[in-house]
């Protein structure tokens, strides 16, 4: 191919070359050039523009391991790659509190985050919601089937375990212990865990009289041949709104509208679709003031913990 182009372009310097070649195959190897030319500009044009756009920060809470959260949300990167037309990098931190700094410092161009870490950077950061999931999250006193336990207050002098101090589920689960009659800051001890499950694990083993987790860790993790003994729940939490999306101030309306739109729109789209089933969580919908006013509770102990 490049000899053909290269005798074409030798043209009338080098006549003696091409004066066999009929008049009609000139046109052909002329119309070949300019394709060929044509192809590799619009190759070069598309490389550049894709180099110039920027990549989409995603947050995501650190709530999983990291092998379970590439697992789990691949299907939300590959959907928005699709919809938003751009390159989606996760980031995530090792702990909580670490998250919600660099929320808070807008690490992120979108995250999301548990509901009253939500709340607590609407409030403090100015950061503008977007969704949430449409399910309901319910935190769990859980304790071993044969426990002599039957209300909260048997629960007094006795040692809970609970996931991050930080989590929605443990601050869920302690309002719930405080609210049925447990004063956790004199008639209990409560031991936080670097994990959602490892407190049902330790309950099982008998390394504490009951634990706190979420309904729907406690519906998977119970049915698990690997705890030492059966469990059962104490108590059930009121439900507070679900994990939701946020943005920070920095992002442009324009970015954050597509975002919104992205989001709400997923039940819609084949891998939106996909990535939703896969987990518990419902589908994505519009946050309202009364899912923030649920957390008010929730909010006043995450400002105590963070200082």
């Known amino acids: 191919m490049n000899k053909i182009i290269a005798l074409f372009l030798a043209g009338k310097k080098n006549k003696k070359h091409i004066s066999n070649i009929s008049p009609a195959f000139q046109k052909t190897i002329f119309l070949l050039f ?37 697992k789990k949300y691949s299907n939300l990167i590959n959907y928005l790659e699709e919809v938003l037309h751009r390159p989606v990098t996760i980031n995530t931190a090792p ?69 991050d101090a930080l989590a929605a589920n ?75 999306f946020m943005s920070p101030p920095r992002v442009s309306p324009a970015d954050r509208e597509a975002f919104k739109k992205a989001l709400l729109n997923m039940p819609d789209n084949k891998t939106g679709n996909a990535f939703l089933s896969g987990l518990p969580f419902g589908h994505p919908v519009e946050v309202t003031d009364k899912d923030l006013q649920q957390l008010a509770d929730m909010l006043k102990t995450l400002e105590q913990r963070l200082k």
Do not use: W
Not at 47 to 64: E, R
Not at 100 to 124: I, N
Not at 181 to 206: F, M, Q, R
């Open 34 to 70: 300019l394709y060929v030319a044509f192809s590799c500009n619009v190759i070069a044009a598309e490389k550049n523009h894709t180099a110039k756009i920027k990549p989409l920060n995603l947050g995501l809470i650190p709530h999983l391991s990291s092998n379970l959260m590439i």
């Open 170 to 244: 443990t601050i869920n689960g302690e309002l719930t212990l405080i609210n049925n009659g447990l004063d956790i800051e004199k008639e209990a001890a409560i031991n936080y865990t670097t994990s959602n499950n490892n407190p049902l694990v330790l309950l099982s083993e008998n390394k504490a009289d009951a634990a706190i987790t979420g309904l729907p860790g406690f519906k998977i993790v119970s049915r698990n041949s690997r705890l030492k003994q059966p469990l059962r729940i104490l108590k059930t939490s009121e439900p507070i709104p679900h994990m939701m």
């Open 95 to 163: 702990n909580f509190k670490t998250y919600v700094q660099r929320s808070s410092e807008g690490k992120f161009d979108l995250y999301m985050t548990a509901p009253h870490m939500a709340v607590y950077h609407e409030k403090h950061d100015q950061h503008i919601r977007l969704a949430k999931f449409s399910n309901n999250l319910h935190a769990v006193i859980a304790v071993t089937k044969d426990s002599p336990y039957k209300n909260i207050t048997d629960l007094k002098g006795k040692t809970i375990t609970a996931p």
